[in-house]
């Protein structure tokens, strides 16, 4: 069993930054890979970011490309979002997930662990 904490929301303005952060306890396996989503009212939940716990090997949606980082830190047991550039429409709950194997997926059905959330919201 996973279990997976988010921190680090909160009100910024477009064009500043936040840094999230994913703790996880529990069964790590080298083998998962982790992600981070994000659902704004009304929408479904979309992909922002995923990598791999072993190797580091990212992937990221074509609207953050180049201005959000994913990045681990083994020992810590721990996923970070960095986001930089944030627009309006960055606005969201911004969720962290674990998938039990080492494939990088884009959809939501294919994580098996979920954290509660934290809420971004940027101002224009």
Known sequence: QVQLAESGGGLVQAGGSLRLS?????????????????QAPGK?????????WSGGDT???DSVKGRFTISRDNAENA???????????????????????????????HYDYWGQGTQVTVSS
């Open 22 to 38: 994913c703790a996880a306890s529990g069964r790590i396996f080298s083998s998962y890979a982790m992600g981070w989503f994000r």
């Open 44 to 52: 479904e939940r979309e992909f922002v970011a995923a990598i791999r």
């Open 59 to 61: 992937y990221y949606a």
């Open 79 to 109: 996923v970070y979002l960095q986001m930089n550039s944030l627009k309006p429409e960055d606005t969201a709950v911004y969720y962290c997930a674990a998938r039990g194997g080492p494939i990088l997926k884009t959809t939501a059905q």
